[in-house]
């Protein structure tokens, strides 16, 4: 039997309930479906882990209800960040409190925190009261999840509930931003853009991609790893819609993506499941949530983004 249910009131409740319990639920996000599990209880998180089969070096973010809840898992997150981007798709990487398990933040000192938006999650994180770890709901370096199909296609009934609310408004991850740099530092560009952030917070950096070999050193983010997200169809990537039409006329097994932030993944998808051997993805332009879509899309064809 399916464990996909509508996210109505009793099945957040129910969801709320499981996760208490230390199981996993995964919902809805303004950014994708995420894989849940109570962020404060060691057992209950590494079964995200064992679902996602996530290498352990590779830490989660922990989903609040809003900066109450944040101040008692991490030190104080600028006001002015919380007061204009949350809830939303902005994750910050701040210095964690004890008590905070090393298995949610991978033995570092720091955790990531974000308070979503969507109605859904708002509503299953006020029913649980707790703090949910969750990253997202696919299966380690598979396009992240859009919709509830995409989760049970990735993770079937490793996972206890999933809540369904439809394609997610956003459909690309949150922007990680880590507050213990100076100055700080975007290490995965998402739904909240970089102008966006510099116009708060003056200049901010864009850390480089780096290698997993590097990321598992624990050296680097695991977002940052450079092989992600990635579809089972080779990826190519091109500036100009002539050069990717010029190379189209040459391939018989091609599918071609004009991505939008919204429908990147669920295109990904769509392409491995018409059995393409060949994806030619056109780069949008660095600004805004391009940023966001080039750094996918690079990940996504094994390359080190460039913006
Ligand atoms: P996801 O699996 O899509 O939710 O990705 C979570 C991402 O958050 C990771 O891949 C990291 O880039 C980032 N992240 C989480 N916790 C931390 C942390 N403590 N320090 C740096 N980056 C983090
Ligand atoms: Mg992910």
Redesign the pocket.
Same mark, same amino acid.
């Not at 590779?58 to 973010?61: K, S």
């Not at 983010?221 to 940052?224: H, S, T």
């Given at each position: 039997m399916s464990n996909i249910v509508p996210a109505t009131p009793t099945n957040i409740a129910r969801a709320a309930a499981i996760l208490r319990d230390g199981g996993l639920v995964a919902f809805p996000t303004e950014t994708v479906y995420g894989l849940g599990a109570n962020a404060l209880a060691s057992a209950a998180v590494r079964k995200i882990f064992a679902a996602k089969e996530r290498p352990g070096w590779?830490?989660?973010?922990v989903h609040v209800t809003g900066t109450d809840m944040a101040s008692r898992l991490a030190q104080q997150a600028p006001p002015e960040l919380t007061a204009r981007f949350w809830p939303g798709p902005l #994750?910050l $990487?701040l210095p964690k409190l004890p008590g905070v398990p090393d298995e949610t #933040?991978a033995g570092?000192p #720091? $955790?990531?925190l974000r308070a979503p938006r969507h109605p859904v999650a708002v509503a299953l994180l006020a029913a649980a009261q707790l703090p949910i770890a969750a990253?997202?709901a696919n299966r380690f370096r598979r396009p992240?999840p859009t919709c509830a199909a995409h989760v049970r296609e990735d993770l079937g009934d490793r996972v206890d509930l999933i809540l369904d609310d439809g394609p997610t408004p956003l459909g690309i991850?949150s922007t $990680?931003l880590?507050l213990t740099q100076s100055p700080p530092a975007i290490?995965?560009p998402g739904g909240v853009s970089r102008e966006e952030l510099e116009n708060v917070l003056g200049p901010v950096t864009l850390a480089p991609g780096v290698e997993d070999e590097v990321a598992a050193r624990g050296l680097a983010?695991?977002?940052?790893s450079v092989k992600h997200y990635a579809p089972r169809a080779r990826v190519e990537l091109f500036e100009s819609d002539a050069a990717l039409r010029k190379r189209a006329a040459e391939l018989t097994r091609a599918g071609v993506l004009y991505p939008q932030p919204e429908t990147l993944f669920a295109q990904m998808r769509a392409l491995d499941a018409e059995g393409v051997e060949v994806i030619l993805a056109l780069l949008p332009p660095p600004v805004g949530l391009g940023l966001a879509v080039r750094d996918r899309l690079f990940r996504a064809a094994g390359l080190q983004p460039q913006n």
């Open positions: 590779d830490p989660l973010i #994750t $990487v #933040t570092r #720091t $955790v990531a990253p997202s992240s991850e $990680v880590d290490l995965r983010g695991p977002g940052m």
